[in-house]
């Protein structure tokens, strides 16, 4: 009978908790779209996916997501279309999230050569995106060498609210005539909290739970 109460209590709990946000389980880039030294050129890694969990940030295209000051690149090309625009077919980074996710910011960690304008494209297939936008940084179409501070958290704001199960990011514009490169590149929600790679199965049962102390909070920007 404890038994049975007691489980009682667990599904009730679970229900009135309220459904986390959406986790990214993918991100990637166009195989052999990077031609500086980075990281997804570096360890041949243009793509990571979960399962196996939790989704791996510390290997290829994985840094792009890694919280951590990174030592070099996730992006850096040198391949382009016109003066300061990058090859749209390299320069883009696709995330894969668990449910509905409306990411509404993108943050870049810039190289002092970096990224000023993105579009940002939505849906629930990669055959179904649509645009919510092509926007440019709080700099504006800012050009020219070193412009940007190294490692400067540099925020593009959709200001969107349309959910997709799959986010991409073209880059459209950068302050370089014929290169750039980023650090990392964080999508993230509405109030500018990132959105989380999906850790284990254990730590998301857990969080659940609503077990105190046994996860980190999101990091809130």
């Not at 440019?136 to 490692?151: A, L, M, N, R």
Request: glycine share 10%.
């Amino acid at each position: 009978m404890k038994r049975i109460v007691c489980c009682a209590a667990c599904v009730l709990l679970a229900v009135c908790l309220p459904v986390s946000a959406a986790r990214i389980v993918s991100v990637s880039i166009p195989v052999g779209s990077m031609d500086g030294g980075c990281y997804p050129l570096d360890d041949g890694v243009w793509s990571v996916s979960a399962p196996p969990y939790p989704l791996a940030t510390d290997d290829g295209i994985g840094f792009i997501l890694n919280p951590t000051v990174a030592g070099k690149f996730s992006l850096h090309d040198h391949h382009y279309v016109a003066s300061h625009v990058p090859d749209p077919n390299r320069a883009v980074v696709t995330y894969e999230f668990d449910g509905p996710a409306a990411v509404d910011q993108i943050e870049v960690r810039q190289h002092g050569n970096g990224i000023t304008r993105i579009e940002g494209f939505v849906g629930d297939s990669l055959g179904s995106l649509t645009s919510v936008g092509s926007i440019f940084g709080p700099k504006g179409d800012v050009t020219g060498s070193g412009v940007f501070v190294e490692h400067q958290e540099y925020v593009f704001d959709f200001d969107n609210a349309q959910q997709g199960k799959f986010f991409q990011m073209v880059i459209r514009k950068t302050s370089l005539s014929n290169g750039y490169a980023s650090y990392q590149v964080f999508p993230r929600d509405s109030d500018g909290v990132r959105f989380d790679p999906i850790p284990e199965p254990t730590a998301l049962a857990l969080l659940a739970l609503g077990g105190p102390g046994l996860l980190l909070r999101r990091r809130r920007r």
